[in-house]
């Protein structure tokens, strides 16, 4: 990078309840300042620099009156890392038990990592992933290979490696 590039520094979150946001965000990790559910721009940040900052609705359209909420599909999404897969299936069991919708259950996915979607208060996807172990992605392959031959499907909300028939 010149030194007079841009640096990649904030992803940004438009927020309608920022409470609410905060909630679900604390629930991940995310350190943020106490005292700031009322505040319309808040901050945290986040190892190696980044930033991750959450505006509310109104706070954007004092400086962009024409913005609108985005529709349909969001082509962009946030993903936590988890420590384990185990951790994958926890995070999801605790937000949905919160009351946050699961948009899709832990499962293995054939890249390598137990994987699960959740959506933050606002509707935004959240990725929850962590690496599986190598035996485990061995379970995964060969369940994908009789899923190609129509045998079985890779298993959902079920421990690591599992298989469903």
Same mark, same amino acid.
């Given at each position: 990078?010149?030194?007079? %590039?841009?640096?990649?520094?904030?992803?940004? =979150?438009? =927020?309608?309840? &920022?409470?609410? #946001?905060?909630?679900?965000?604390?629930?991940?990790?995310?350190?943020?300042?106490?005292?700031?559910?009322?505040?319309?721009?808040?901050?945290? !940040?986040?190892? $190696? $620099? !980044?930033?991750? %900052? +959450?505006?509310?609705?109104?706070?954007?359209? *004092?400086?962009?009156?024409?913005?609108?909420?985005?529709? $349909?599909?969001?082509?962009?999404?946030? %993903?936590?890392?988890?420590? /384990?897969?185990?951790?994958?299936?926890? %995070?999801?069991? /605790?937000?949905?038990?919160?009351?946050?919708?699961?948009?899709?259950?832990? @499962?293995?996915?054939? @890249?390598? &990592?137990?994987?699960?979607?959740?959506?933050?208060?606002? $509707?935004? #996807? =959240?990725?929850? +992933? #962590?690496?599986?172990?190598?035996?485990?992605?061995?379970? =995964?392959?060969?369940?994908?290979?009789?899923? /190609?031959?129509?045998?079985?499907?890779?298993?959902?909300?079920?421990?690591?490696?599992?298989? *469903?028939?």
């Amino acid at each position: 990078m010149t030194p007079t %590039a841009p640096r990649f520094a904030v992803v940004q =979150v438009a =927020v309608q309840d &920022m409470a609410a #946001a905060l909630a679900f965000y604390r629930r991940l990790g995310l350190e943020v300042p106490d005292g700031s559910e009322d505040r319309p721009h808040v901050e945290a !940040l986040l190892p $190696g $620099g !980044l930033k991750v %900052a +959450f505006d509310t609705v109104e706070t954007l359209r *004092t400086f962009d009156p024409g913005w609108t909420e985005p529709q $349909g599909s969001r082509s962009v999404s946030l %993903a936590f890392e988890c420590a /384990s897969p185990a951790g994958v299936d926890a %995070a999801y069991r /605790s937000l949905t038990a919160a009351g946050y919708p699961g948009r899709k259950q832990p @499962w293995d996915a054939f @890249w390598g &990592m137990r994987y699960a979607v959740v959506e933050d208060p606002d $509707g935004n #996807a =959240v990725d929850l +992933f #962590a690496l599986l172990p190598p035996d485990a992605m061995e379970d =995964v392959e060969e369940s994908l290979e009789r899923r /190609s031959a129509g045998e079985h499907g890779v298993g959902t909300g079920s421990a690591p490696g599992s298989v *469903t028939a």
